[in-house]
């Protein structure tokens, strides 16, 4: 992912940061073979192929993107147009990542609704960071990937109050390693191998903890298939008694 190391990092023939390039290029194989097994699971158990396509595609994108971005040298066009790759596809993870656990444990409107609220601000960032690509703020960015964050996040309130916690565990496992990464990342703190890695390559660690969670979480539901009202299938009626509920226990 393009934010900017916080230390100097030593480059080395054909990799700008060769920690940050390798590790994701490695992730965008890794997860393609994972990603294989996980859309033959579904299919096989007549699961819901579509949304976990979208899920791998969206996750070898971003890997791949970012891996090539950090072989390439600051300042460079090729680094400059790798660089609008790799925030559309900071976009498409977030909105990807997402899009199966919607499809899966959602029905109906409580299914389509914030799919289509998701994919139009992802869109729409993809569209603002393209054109504007170096102009905005990095706050400005932060800010946008927050909001995408707490839009799947009420999906995941919901589920967790219908699910629970046990069931959910690397689901949230993998937000808790995201936000731990940006956290770092953000403080520039700490240095592991000065030189090699640093707070940006630990954060590089962490994107591939959490997709690696998520991943699992999938992989272990791949045959929910939320055809009719059950436990494991959320419709808006479910989501508005549980708001119900959730106001008369409050």
């Given amino acids: 992912m393009s934010a900017p190391p916080t230390e100097p990092i030593n480059p080395i023939a054909g990799f700008f940061e060769p920690f940050s390039a390798l590790s ?24 819901h192929t579509g949304f976990l396509l979208v899920y791998v595609v969206c996750t070898v994108f ?7 971005y950090h072989m390439l040298t600051e300042g460079s066009t090729a680094r400059d147009v790798l660089g609008r790759l ?14 199966p656990v919607q499809g899966m444990f959602f029905r109906g409107k409580a299914r ?14 993809i569209t603002m960071f393209t054109i504007f690509y170096g102009r905005l703020p990095l ?13 799947a996040g009420v999906s995941g309130i919901v589920l967790w109050r219908r699910l629970g916690t046990h069931r959910l565990r690397l689901l949230l496992g993998g937000g808790v390693a ?3 990464g940006a956290i770092i990342m953000g403080i520039g703190w700490p240095v592991l191998i000065p030189g090699v890695v640093g707070s940006h390559e630990l954060w590089h660690v962490a994107v591939l903890t959490a997709m690696a969670m998520h991943w699992r979480f999938l992989y272990t539901n791949a045959e929910t298939r939320c055809r009719a009202p059950s436990h494991d299938c959320i419709t808006q009626q479910t989501m508005e008694t549980s708001e119900v509920q ?3 226990s409050a």
């Fill in 112 to 125: 389509w609704v914030p799919l289509a609220l998701m994919w139009t601000a992802a869109i729409t960032g």
């Fill in 139 to 151: 706050g400005l960015g932060t800010a946008v990937y927050l909001f995408l964050g707490w839009m």
């Fill in 62 to 68: 971003l890997l791949a993107m970012s891996g090539v």
């Fill in 24 to 47: 994701h290029l490695l992730g965008a194989v890794v997860f393609a073979v994972l990603g294989f097994l996980l859309v033959r699971k579904a299919h096989r158990a007549g699961g």
């Fill in 178 to 180: 995201y936000t731990i």
């Fill in 86 to 99: 790799d925030h559309a596809a900071i976009f498409t993870l977030i909105a990807g990542t997402h899009t």
């Fill in 246 to 248: 959730y106001a008369a």
